[in-house]
Antibody, heavy 118, light 109 residues
Framework: EVQLLESGGGLVQPGGSLRLSCAAS????????MNWVRQAPGKGLEWVSV????????YYADSVKGRFSISRDNSKNTLYLQMNSLRAEDTAVYYC???????????WGQGTLVTVSS | DIQMTQSPSSLSASVGDRVTITCRAS??????IAWYQQKPGKVLKLLIY???TSQSGVPSRFSGSGSGTDFTLTISSLQPEDVATYYC???????????FGQGTKVEIK
């Protein structure tokens, strides 16, 4: 059974940094690109970033480009999201999501809440 | 950017009713559309991919249709356990980005 467990969320001041982690199990992590998707309180879903299976290619939503960095450690089956220069509008639950046929997401974590506030 | 306009934003229907949710894309998406179900406190669930293919284990009352710019998720006979918010999603291969609709909250009347 695929399991994705996010951690690292919390309260951070505007301009601060935070690193999220997603521990994966139940599938061959190194064979899949992985994504981060977020959901602001009471709002819809927003794709944030994707990383290829090897980690060699990364892509970002315009809203986070230049501030967020996605990475992975295939030896630890773990996905990361380094978030810098955080803004109030980055407040959201952050989910890691496993792709299905690259285009879709067939497994999701429970999410970790990031709150950016002074 | 590609916009995904989902409607209605919410609906209330009776058990056994046929429910239809639509998603309109701002440009031709071929059939790169998926539908997801989000229940409070539960993990997001993929229901339909490639516009009309049901994910394994999804009840047969859920179906998807459409192509190009207009897509539909249908629940043929609404059940109490279907209370949730539903999202459409597309993938843009030209820009390597994924976009979600605004969501449709389904409640029981």
């Amino acid at each position: 059974e695929v399991q994705l467990l996010e951690s690292g969320g919390g309260l951070v001041q505007p301009g601060g940094s935070l690193r999220l982690s997603c521990a994966a199990s139940g599938f061959t992590f190194s064979s899949y690109g992985m994504n981060w998707v977020r959901q602001a309180p009471g709002k819809g879903l927003e794709w944030v970033s994707v990383i290829s299976s090897s980690g060699g290619s990364t892509y970002y939503a315009d809203s986070v480009k230049g501030r967020f960095s996605i990475s992975r450690d295939n030896s630890k089956n773990t996905l990361y999201l380094q978030m810098n220069s955080l803004r109030a509008e980055d407040t959201a639950v952050y989910y890691c999501a496993k792709p299905f046929r690259w285009n879709y997401f067939d497994s999701w974590g429970q999410g970790t809440l990031v709150t950016v506030s002074s | 950017d590609i916009q995904m306009t989902q409607s209605p934003s919410s609906l209330s229907a009776s058990v056994g009713d046929r429910v239809t949710i639509t998603c309109r894309a701002s440009q031709d998406m071929s059939n790169y559309i998926a539908w997801y179900q989000q229940k409070p406190g539960k993990v997001l669930k993929l229901l339909i991919y490639a516009a009309s293919t049901s994910q394994s284990g999804v009840p047969s009352r859920f179906s998807g249709s459409g192509s190009g710019t207009d897509f539909t998720l249908t629940i043929s006979s609404l059940q109490p356990e279907d209370v949730a918010t539903y999202y459409c999603q597309n993938y843009n291969s030209a820009f390597i980005m994924w976009t979600f609709g605004q969501g449709t909250k389904v409640e029981i009347k």
